[in-house]
Antibody, heavy 119, light 110 residues
Framework: EVQLVESGGGLVQPGQSLRLSCTAF????????LSWFRQAPGKGLEWVGF??????????EYTASVKGRFTISRDDSKRIAYLQMNSLKTEDTASYYC??????????WGQGTLVTVSS | QSALTQPASVSGSPGQSITISCTGT?????????VSWYQHNPGKAPKLMIY???DRPSGVSSRFSGSKSGSTASLTISGLQAEDEADYYC??????????FGGGTKLTVL
């Protein structure tokens, strides 16, 4: 079964860092681009960024509000994608979803992990 | 403010059809056929309902259809059912290699 499982969410104070992990099952991990999305409480869905497969350069793209603070990386040997979040702000509080990315639409989503940034 | 514009809410009776619009620009919807629609229920992961403007993933009911004209995309749900009640989001790839969403539309089945 194709599955993505996020972990690493929790409560952190503003200015601190947190790293989310996304472990993949049931598909050839290295053959796909991966992306992260989030949804803040009471708000809509928001794209955070994506990382291309190694064969397409392994490069990343980010939404403006996280550029310079968040970094997406991948370890194909472990089938894990990471979202490193630095200088966290209260407005980063959200459920974060890892996905198998395709340009036309995202079919495979993780269950989400909650990040709360509060003092 | 979201990059794509959707109505905040729509409603319909069982059996009726509804259409949700999603307006963008030439830099997103108008420039690419990478428009998708998601159904989202609280506490669950979003579910892809339409990809590449008008294609349906396997397992999604044929009652769901998508289209695009210029910089406006539309999701139509025919034969409304109670189980269709959810939030619906449109999304598009952009010329900046980013992804934008609409603010979401709450569908109420009366």
């Amino acid at each position: 079964e194709v599955q993505l499982v996020e972990s690493g969410g929790g409560l952190v104070q503003p200015g601190q860092s947190l790293r989310l992990s996304c472990t993949a099952f049931g598909f050839s991990f290295g053959d796909y681009d991966l992306s992260w999305f989030r949804q803040a409480p009471g708000k809509g869905l928001e794209w955070v960024g994506f990382i291309r497969r190694k064969g397409h350069g392994g490069t990343t793209e980010y939404t403006a509000s996280v550029k310079g603070r968040f970094t997406i990386s991948r370890d194909d040997s472990k089938r894990i994608a990471y979202l490193q979040m630095n200088s966290l702000k209260t407005e980063d509080t959200a459920s974060y979803y890892c996905t198998r990315w395709t340009f036309g639409g995202v079919m495979v989503w993780g269950q989400g992990t909650l990040v709360t940034v509060s003092s | 403010q979201s990059a794509l514009t959707q109505p905040a809410s729509v409603s319909g009776s069982p059996g009726q059809s509804i259409t949700i619009s999603c307006t963008g620009t030439i830099s997103d919807i108008g420039g690419y056929n990478y428009v998708s629609w998601y159904q989202h229920n609280p506490g669950k992961a979003p579910k892809l309902m339409i990809y590449d403007v008008s294609d349906r993933p396997s397992g999604v009911s044929s009652r769901f259809s998508g289209s695009k004209s210029g910089s406006t995309a539309s999701l139509t749900i025919s034969g409304l059912q109670a189980e269709d009640e959810a939030d619906y989001y449109c999304s598009s790839f952009t010329s900046s290699s980013t992804v934008v969403f609409g603010g979401g539309t709450k569908l109420t089945v009366l």
